[in-house]
């Protein structure tokens, strides 16, 4: 069986950008694969965070880990800074990397622009997430497509610890949605949806109350042309709606199309908000049975157990292979 690997930060405002890119991919995948999906609180560390608010951060995504559908029978649910061997395998890979493939990763370009100085764990960040990849033998990693650059610099840093050190690590594939790999913000389509965006209205979190819901989507950047047609290029604000939409209400593109040819972005408008809020009522439903209970903390430990045993003997065949000794 084919194994899947994936991970979300605990950073709150997870938002319907992350559902879509990934975890309604998380939810497929774990019918048909031995999957495995982790909060990646280390990568999170990697700008400050309020030590409090990461603690409930952390919490907040494996409740909703299991409210969009993930089933801790079918998959391993756990927290990546419970089992150390993330940061050991990182630092190995960390000396097998140059700092040039490093410094072309457009996500560090980005997050360094915004800084007077950029932290180093900013830079380092993608071999921390190779080493979370390569740890389990992936092959599948679900993503959204603005991590597909660091997928590929893991697939480079697998072949050739591979070709220095011998066969070690499986060779990993990006795995993207057809529709909504890349969630464009609602106030501004030309930019991806994000969780640190200043303007709360540019984003849909799966936990907004309805009146939210209504208020980001009616106020959402569209155009002058008034046809709703899907054409990125031209209508990205128009094109972002329907790709939402399709996504909530499993009707295609071409369908939605030919449904509102001839009527008004109002009219669209008013009918997404209500094909989002009925899909997050259920979502929410789910999440506010399961953050406050033991249960979460239990299947979380029981995650961390599973996962050690693989990451260990990893490290067992990683270790043995760079020359280091046994005792
Ligand atoms: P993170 O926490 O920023 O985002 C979680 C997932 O959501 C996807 N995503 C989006 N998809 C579509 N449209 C958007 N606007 C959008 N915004 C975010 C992301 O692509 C991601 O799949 N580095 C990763 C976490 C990570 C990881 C890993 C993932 C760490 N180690 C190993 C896979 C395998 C990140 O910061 O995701």
């Known amino acids: 069986m084919k194994r899947v690997f994936s991970g979300v930060q605990p950073t709150g405002n997870i938002h319907i950008g992350n559902y879509i890119g990934a975890l309604k991919q998380f939810v497929e995948l774990q019918e ?79 997050k360094s622009k915004e800084r007077e100085s950029a932290p180093t764990g900013l830079f380092t960040y993608p ?34 610890f591979n070709n220095k050190y011998g066969k070690t690590f499986v060779i990993p594939e990006y795995r993207g949605t057809k529709v909504g790999a890349r969630i464009m913000a609602l106030d501004e389509p030309t930019n991806k949806m994000s969780k640190s965006a200043e303007n709360e209205y540019s984003r849909i979190s799966l936990l907004d109350t309805p009146e939210k819901v209504k208020k980001s989507i009616m106020r959402a950047t569209t155009d002058s042309d008034g046809e709703i047609r899907f054409d990125e290029k031209n209508k990205p604000g128009i094109s972002n709606l329907l790709t939402i939409y399709s996504v909530f209400s499993c009707l295609s593109i071409q369908e939605l199309e030919k449904k509102y040819t001839g009527c008004g972005y109002g009219q669209l408008k008013k009918d997404l908000v209500e094909v989002v809020n009925d899909s997050l009522v259920d979502i929410q439903k789910r999440y506010f049975d399961i953050r406050e209970s033991e249960e979460l903390k239990r299947i979380l430990k029981d995650g961390t157990e599973k996962a050690q045993t693989i990451a260990e003997k990893t490290m067992k065949r990683v270790k043995e292979n760079l020359g280091f000794i046994t005792l």
Request: glycine share 2%.
């Open 32 to 110: 048909e694969m031995d999957a495995i999906y982790c909060i990646v609180d280390l990568h999170s560390i990697t700008v400050p965070q309020d030590p409090r608010a990461l603690k409930q951060h952390t919490l907040d995504v494996a409740a909703l880990y299991l409210s969009v559908g993930l089933d801790p029978n079918k998959a391993i649910i756990f927290v990546q800074s419970t089992v150390p061997a993330h940061s050991e395998l990182a630092w190995i890979l960390t000396c097998n990397s140059y700092t040039g493939e490093l410094s072309r990763m457009t996500q560090f370009k980005d």
């Open 127 to 160: 071999l921390l997430m190779a080493a979370d990849i390569l740890l389990y033998d992936t092959d599948i990693v679900p993503v959204g497509n603005d991590q597909k650059q660091h997928i590929e610099l893991t697939r480079d840093l697998a072949e050739r």
